[in-house]
């Protein structure tokens, strides 16, 4: 199944954003954010979401939630946030969550492995409630950035080890880190969610699919045959749709 995905979408009314998609993708993955956070507009999507023939996944929010926080009262609220959406997108009959495992903290280098070890905890967390609630749940590969836990597959394979918790695939964010190879051998049986968005390997740009260097033309079939969404990831509608005809 084909879906979209956009940050910006968040700002605005979330039928506006209905009444464009549906026609033009199959499924919308709503990012949890702002004027789109399941929870605190859980009503505004219970009445909206079944009038639209598309399918829904969710993206939790990562802008204020941080399962690696090395506050303990921070990382507790983020994962209470969590837990939070997961339950909201069971109720919604949302099947897909995706999760960002977390930063380490931005003003101080040399921490990656201390926030890992405090996101893997946070993980049993996050497994337990998918567990309870009945959504799958996807733990993001993340871009090359120094602050950003899992860029590497052996890192996120570490991170859910011991967990039923699955993949976020985010072809865009392996590209930049040179682990597009490594995502299919390590975790191609974990993956059960796909981002897909171009770049040109140096930084996480977003941009139309055939903009930057990722060879689509080999990565496709295969994440196709991951058996799973695929959801465009984009800076705005026409670029999705754009990505979408030159896919299709």
């Known amino acids: 199944m084909m879906g979209i995905s956009c940050t910006h979408f968040s700002r605005d009314p979330p039928k506006d954003w209905l009444d464009r998609i549906v026609g033009e993708f ?29 399918s829904y996944q969710v993206h939790a929010p990562f802008c204020e ?3 690696a926080a090395f506050s303990p009262v921070m990382r507790e609220a983020s994962i209470r946030e969590l837990v939070s959406v997961i339950k909201a997108a069971s109720d919604l009959d949302i099947p897909h969550v995706t999760v960002h495992p977390g930063t380490s903290p931005l003003a101080v280098g040399g921490l990656q492995d201390r926030g890992a070890e405090i996101a893997r905890e946070s993980m049993r967390d996050i ?43 985010d072809i865009g964010h392996a590209n930049t880190a040179g682990q597009i190879d490594a995502m299919f051998d390590l975790l191609g049986d974990r993956v059960t969610n796909v981002h897909i968005h171009d770049n040109r390997g140096m930084a996480d740009e977003h941009l139309t699919i ?20 695929l959801v465009i990831e984009s800076r705005n509608f ?8 030159r896919i299709s």
């Open 26 to 54: 199959e499924l919308w993955e709503i990012v949890s954010e702002a004027d789109h956070n399941i929870i605190y507009n859980f009503e505004e999507f219970a009445e909206l979401l079944p009038c639209y023939d598309l």
């Open 65 to 67: 939630a941080n399962p």
């Open 127 to 169: 497994d337990a409630a998918a567990k309870e609630y009945g959504v799958t749940v996807g733990i993001e590969n993340m871009p090359e950035l120094p602050f950003m836990l899992c860029r590497r597959a052996e890192d996120l394979a570490r991170m859910i080890e011991g967990t039923d918790l699955g993949v976020c695939f």
């Open 210 to 229: 055939g903009d930057g260097n990722i060879d689509f033309e080999r990565h496709l079939p295969r994440l196709e045959a991951l058996s799973c969404n």
């Open 238 to 245: 026409e670029s999705a749709q754009e990505s979408l005809s």
